[in-house]
C-alpha cells in the first residue's frame, strides 16, 4: 500500500456547508482497497453524511483496528485524527480516548473479523459501557487481507470463493449489540447508500453507543455464488424495515411520506429522525420485539435493514460517571492536584 | 533450661491467625501502639491467594535502630491458629516466647521446653464477658493486643489514643475497645509473673516525622497528586488496592464542590488488554492515564505496549510483582517482571522502568512517571512489588511543591500551527529524538495525522520503505538515551573505605541491603554500593560496574534479571556481576545477604551464587 495524495484544488463554486466546507474537505487519500469494495462506498457515505451533517472535520476522532475495514479512515476525513490500533482492541482506545475529551465526535470503524473474532469481547463490552460513539462494521463474512478465510459473522452454509463451506453459525452483530446495550442499533447494505447515509447521520447525531452493521460485499473473496455475502445475494434477501429522514436542529422537517406511516424521533441534541415504515408491526423501540423479528428474519435467509433499535433515554459513559463538562484532558493543575497542604494533612493521617 | 531471650526495641513477633478472623486490625493495632512509643517497626502480611478459614500470619520486626528490612527468624509467636501450631512453634528462636490461648489444656508434648510458654485464658475471658459470637470473635484479638502490652511495656494510653483516633464518632466502640484491651492487660498482671517476657518496648524517639504508608495507596496519591484522570484497571492481585485508593482519593479530593461533578474517570475494564487500550486511548487524546496491574496484567498488555512504543502514545503502567501466571503466588513478592517490561512487546522495544524502594518513592515515581511518559511520549513502568505495595512501611512523608507544574511534552498548539511552524508528526525537530505531537480537535485544517504502529515515515504518512523504518528506529534509539538523563539516578552508598567489592540492588531489597551492608562493613567487609532507580541506565551504572573488580548484584528472582539487563544494555563483562538471587515469594533478608556475601568474600570464588530460599 502506497499513498496517493488527492489535489488539494477545489473548484470554487463547489458547494459549502453551513460551517465553511466543501464536500471535498471530508476525503482522505485515495483507497487502495480493491476495485468495487464495498468499503468505499461506505467510506463515500461517511463524507456525504458528514458533510451534510455539518461536522467540522478535525472534531472528530476516528479509530480503527487491523484489516482491510480498519484500512478505511486513512480513505475519508483527512483533516481528523486517526488511529490504527491492534487488532480486535479499537473499543477500548476509543473508550479511552472518549473518557479524555467528551467534546469530540468519536467515530470507530471495524470489520466482521476485528470485531466479531478476535474483538467480540471488547465490541460487547463498549456497547455494554454505553461509550458515545458510531461503531461502523464493515460486514463482509471473510478475512480480505489474509486472503479469504471465514470470519465468525459468516453464515452457516456459505460457501467460500475456493468451495469450503463454513460449518459454524454466524455471529449477528447488530442482535448481540441490541442485548449488550447499545441504544441506537441499524443495520445497512452498502450498496444502499440512500439508506446508509441518513442512519449514518442519525448514529452520529445519537449520544451514546451508536452501532452500523453494515453488510459491504468483498469483490475479491466472497462476491461469487454460494456467498450470503454477494453483491447479488444482499440485493435479493434485503429486507429493508424503514427509511430514515435526518433533520438537523436549523432545518424544517419536511414530510414526504403518507400520513401514519411514519415515526418523530427528536434527539437530545435537536436532531429529528423522521421514520418511514416498511413493515408495518415493526417497532423499534421494543427491544425483544425486535431481537424477534431479527431472528425470524435471519431464519428466513433474509437480512433486516434500517434502523433496528433505538432506546433514546439511555445515559452515556460520562453521564454514569458523572464527569465535569470540560475534557478531562484540557484540566490542569489547579483543577487536579489537591496541594502541599492537603498532602501534609495525609502525612498526618498516617502517623 | 535454654536462656530467656533478651532484647529491648529488637525483636520479631510474629502472629498466627486464621483469615477472615478480623486479626488483621489487632495486629496493626499492635504495630501501630510500638511507633508511637517512638520504637521503629516493619509489619509484613503473610498472607494465602484466599479469603476466609485459611491460615495467615502478620510479622512484626521491632527495631530500634530502624531497620526495615525482614530480619528472618521469630523471637515470639502468637499462636492462634491451631492448624499451623507445629509450624509456628518450630520457626521459634531458642530462648523465645509463645503466647497462646490457654483456655483449653494441651498435653506437654505440644510444647517445646526451649521456650517460654505464655498461657492466656482469651477465649475463657471472652466467653465470660460477651454474649455475641461475632464480639467474643474480634474482642479475642484485642485482648492478645493488651497481653503484649503488659507483657512488653507498650504504654495502654498510646492504644487508648489510637482507638480513639481509630473509632471518631463511635465513642461505643471506643469503650468496647478499650474494655477488652484493659481485660488482656488486667489477667496478665493480675496472674503472671512480672518478669515472665524478656522482649521489651522502652519509648524511644527513633521515629521522627516519619510516615506508616501502603506503597499501593502511595502509588494512587502520586497518581492524584501528579494529575492522572483516567484509570483503567482489571482487578488483580496485589495490585487492586492501587486503583481502588484511586478512586477513594478522587471522590475526596477531586469532586468540584460547586457541581459535585468528577475531575477524573476510572473504569474497571473486563480484562487487562481493555484497561491497557483504555490508557492508551486517553493519552493519545492528551489525558494523563494511568492502569495499574501484576505480572500476568503484564503479558496480556504487551501487543499495546509496543504499540505505545512505536506510536509514542503517554501510559503509565504501575506493576506490583508477584510470582507468575495462573495461580502464580500471587499473594508472595517478586522482583521477576524486569526483562518482561523491560523489553515487553514484539518488534524492537525498550520500555522506561522506574524502582521505588517505599511508598515514599511509590508516591514520588508515580507523579515523575506521568511527567515522564508525556515528555516522552512512551509507557513508563512503576516496578513496585507486593513487599511494597500490600504491607505498610515507615517511610520519609509525601512531599510536594505549591506551584510544581506538570511537564506535558512537546505538543504543539493550535496557535503554532496557525502561523505555520512546521508539523512532522515523527520528526526530530530539537535533537533530542523526541518528536512534537497535536491532540485531536486542535486546528480546523493543520496538525492532522494517522496514528499507526511503524509503516510510516516522519510526517505520519503511510510507508513501507526501509530507509523511513530505519530513520524511525534511530530516532527512537536516541529518544531512549535522552531518558538516561531524565529518570531518577541511582543512589550511591559508598563504603567510607577503599574496596574492590561493589552492590548492586533496586527497589524493596533496599531496607534489607541497608542493613546487610552495615553489618558487613563491621564486620572488615566493606562494599560500595549503588541502588538502581531507574531504567534506561545512566553512564554512572557502567562506571561504577568498572569502578570494582566484582560486584554483587541482589535481587529477588530466579534468573538475576536485573543482572542480565545490566550485562545486555552495559557490555559489561558479565564474570565482574555475581549474582545473588532469593525468590521463596517472602521478602529478602539482611541476613539472607550477608550469609551470601560473606561465603563469597571468605570462598574467593566467583561463580554466580543462587539460593532459593532463606
Known amino acids: ?351 | 533450661m535454654t536462656q530467656k531471650l533478651n532484647a529491648i526495641n529488637d525483636f520479631v513477633v510474629k502472629f498466627a491467625n486464621v483469615n477472615g478472623s478480623g486479626s488483621a486490625s489487632a495486629n496493626e493495632l499492635f504495630a501501630r501502639a510500638i511507633l508511637r512509643m517512638g520504637v521503629p517497626v516493619s509489619p509484613r502480611n503473610i498472607f494465602p491467594s484466599n479469603i476466609q478459614g485459611l491460615p495467615t500470619w502478620y510479622e512484626v520486626r521491632v527495631s530500634g535502630a530502624g531497620h526495615l528490612g525482614r530480619r528472618g527468624g521469630v523471637d515470639m509467636v502468637v499462636a492462634m491458629n491451631p492448624e499451623t501450631w507445629k509450624q509456628d512453634l518450630a520457626e521459634l528462636t531458642p530462648g523465645g516466647y509463645l503466647l497462646h490461648d490457654s483456655t483449653r489444656p494441651l498435653p506437654e508434648s505440644a510444647f517445646r521446653k526451649d521456650v517460654t510458654t505464655i498461657g492466656v485464658p482469651l477465649t475463657a475471658i471472652c466467653n465470660a464477658t460477651y454474649s455475641d459470637p461475632r464480639q467474643r470473635q474480634l474482642f479475642k484479638n484485642i485482648l492478645y493486643v493488651g497481653a503484649l502490652a503488659q507483657l512488653m511495656g507498650i504504654e495502654p494510653a498510646v492504644i487508648e489514643t489510637l482507638f480513639a483516633r481509630q473509632y471518631k464518632g463511635k465513642e461505643p466502640l471506643i469503650a468496647s475497645n478499650v474494655k477488652a484491651m484493659r481485660l488482656g492487660r488486667d489477667w496478665v498482671r493480675d496472674n503472671l509473673p512480672a518478669d515472665i517476657c524478656g522482649l521489651r518496648i522502652a519509648r524511644a524517639d527513633a521515629v521522627g516525622d516519619m510516615i506508616f504508608a501502603e506503597g499501593n495507596a502511595a502509588a494512587a496519591l502520586g497518581a492524584v497528586w501528579g494529575g492522572a484522570t483516567v484509570c483503567a484497571w482489571y482487578p488483580i492481585t496485589p495490585s487492586s488496592s492501587v486503583a481502588e485508593a484511586f478512586e477513594g482519593y478522587c471522590k475526596r479530593y477531586r469532586t468540584d464542590a460547586a457541581t459535585g461533578k468528577a475531575r477524573y474517570a476510572i473504569v474497571q475494564a473486563e480484562d487487562e488488554l481493555a484497561s491497557i487500550g483504555m490508557v492508551i486511548g486517553a493519552g493519545w487524546n492528551g489525558a494523563r492515564a494511568f492502569t495499574a496491574t501484576s505480572g500476568p496484567g503484564i503479558s496480556l498488555m504487551t501487543e499495546f505496549i509496543g504499540l505505545a512504543y512505536f506510536a509514542e502514545i503517554p501510559s503509565v503502567i504501575v506493576n506490583v510483582q508477584r510470582g507468575g501466571p495462573s495461580t502464580g503466588m500471587p499473594t508472595r513478592t517478586q522482583q521477576s517482571d524486569l526483562l518482561s517490561c523491560a523489553y515487553a512487546s514484539n518488534g524492537d522495544t525498550k520500555h522506561v522502568l522506574l524502582f521505588p524502594e517505599d511508598p515514599r518513592e511509590c508516591f514520588d515515581f508515580t507523579a515523575a512517571a506521568l511527567d515522564l511518559a508525556e515528555r516522552l511520549q512512551t509507557p513508563v513502568f512503576v516496578m513496585s512489588d507486593l513487599d511494597i505495595g500490600m504491607n505498610r512501611r515507615l517511610c520519609r512523608p509525601f512531599a510536594w511543591e505549591d506551584g510544581r507544574r506538570y511537564d506535558r511534552g512537546k505538543v504543539m498548539t493550535a496557535e503554532e500551527l496557525e502561523v505555520g511552524k512546521t508539523f512532522g508528526r515523527y520528526l526530530d525537530v530539537d535533537g533530542d529524538g523526541i518528536p512534537w505531537r497535536t491532540l485531536p480537535g486542535t486546528h480546523p485544517s493543520r496538525g492532522a495525522f494517522f496514528t499507526r504502529g511503524t509503516t510510516k515515515n516522519a510526517f505520519a504518512r503511510y510507508s513501507e520503505e526501509g530507509a523511513d523504518y530505519v530513520a524511525n528506529m534511530e530516532r527512537l534509539q536516541k529518544k531512549f538515551a535522552t531518558a538516561r538523563a531524565l529518570v531518577p539516578p541511582p543512589e550511591l552508598s559508598p563504603a567510607g573505605r577503599p574496596t574492590a567489592w561493589g552492590a548492586i540492588s533496586y527497589g524493596s531489597t533496599a531496607p534489607a541491603m541497608a542493613e546487610a551492608l552495615a553489618t558487613l562493613v563491621a564486620d572488615g567487609h566493606p562494599l560500595d554500593a549503588l541502588r538502581l532507580r531507574a531504567f534506561p541506565f545512566p553512564d554512572s551504572v557502567r562506571d561504577f560496574i568498572l569502578a570494582h573488580d566484582k560486584v554483587f548484584v541482589v535481587e529477588q528472582n530466579r534468573d538475576g534479571q536485573m543482572r542480565s539487563l545490566l550485562v545486555n544494555e552495559l557490555d559489561v563483562d558479565p564474570a565482574r556481576l555475581i549474582a545473588v538471587l532469593h525468590y521463596d515469594g517472602t521478602p529478602i533478608t539482611a541476613r539472607f545477604i550477608i550469609a551470601a556475601i560473606r561465603d563469597r568474600l571468605a570462598a574467593g570464588v566467583v561463580t554466580p551464587l543462587e539460593r532459593a530460599v532463606s
Not at chain 1, 92 to 101: C, D, E
Not at chain 1, 320 to 346: F, K, M, Q, S, Y
Open chain 1, 1 to 351: 500500500m502506497t499513498h496517493i495524495a488527492k489535489p488539494r484544488l477545489h473548484h470554487p463554486s463547489l458547494t459549502r456547508n453551513a460551517v465553511g466546507f466543501t464536500r471535498r474537505d471530508y476525503e482522505g487519500p485515495v483507497s487502495t482497497l480493491c476495485a468495487g469494495c464495498g468499503h468505499d462506498s461506505i467510506s463515500a457515505a461517511i463524507v456525504q453524511a458528514c458533510f451534510e451533517q455539518d461536522i467540522e472535520p478535525h472534531r472528530v476522532a476516528k479509530l480503527s483496528g487491523i484489516g482491510c475495514s480498519s484500512k478505511t479512515p486513512t480513505y475519508f476525513l483527512g483533516a481528523s485524527h486517526g488511529f490504527n490500533t491492534v487488532h480486535g482492541r479499537m473499543p477500548s482506545v476509543l473508550t479511552g480516548a472518549a473518557l479524555a475529551n467528551r467534546e469530540l465526535i468519536y467515530l470507530g470503524v471495524s470489520g466482521d473479523g476485528d470485531s466479531a473474532s478476535i474483538g467480540l469481547g471488547q465490541f460487547a463490552h463498549i456497547m455494554r459501557r454505553g461509550v458515545n460513539m458510531t461503531y461502523i462494521v464493515m460486514n463482509n463474512g471473510v478475512y480480505g487481507l489474509t486472503k479469504g478465510q471465514f470470519s465468525a459473522t459468516a453464515d452457516r452454509g456459505s460457501v467460500a470463493k475456493r468451495g469450503a463451506v463454513n460449518v459454524e453459525s454466524g455471529i449477528d452483530l447488530a442482535s448481540l449489540a441490541i442485548l449488550m446495550g447499545a441504544s441506537f442499533v441499524a443495520r445497512s447494505f452498502s450498496g444502499d447508500k440512500a439508506q446508509l447515509v441518513p442512519l449514518i447521520k442519525a448514529a452520529i447525531s445519537h449520544p451514546g453507543p451508536a452501532i452500523l452493521d453494515v453488510v459491504s460485499p468483498c469483490v475479491a473473496f466472497n462476491n461469487h455464488k454460494g456467498s450470503t455475502r454477494s453483491y447479488d445475494h444482499v440485493r435479493e434477501h434485503n429486507a429493508a424495515l424503514n427509511r430514515l429522514d435526518v433533520f438537523s436542529p436549523a432545518e424544517p422537517v419536511s414530510v414526504d411520506y403518507a400520513p401514519g406511516t411514519e415515526v418523530r424521533i427528536e434527539q437530545p441534541n435537536g436532531t429529528v429522525l423522521l421514520l418511514h415504515k416498511l413493515a408495518e408491526d415493526y417497532d423499534p423501540s421494543d427491544k425483544a420485539g425486535a431481537l424477534a423479528h431479527i431472528q425470524a428474519r435471519e431464519t428466513a435467509g433474509m437480512v433486516t435493514t434500517g434502523l433496528l433499535y433505538l432506546d433514546p433515554g439511555r445515559r452515556d459513559l460520562h453521564g454514569r460517571l458523572n464527569t465535569v463538562a470540560a475534557p478531562l484532558a484540557r484540566l490542569d493543575e489547579t483543577a487536579l492536584c489537591p496541594g502541599a497542604a492537603a498532602l501534609a494533612a495525609i502525612n498526618d493521617a498516617l502517623r
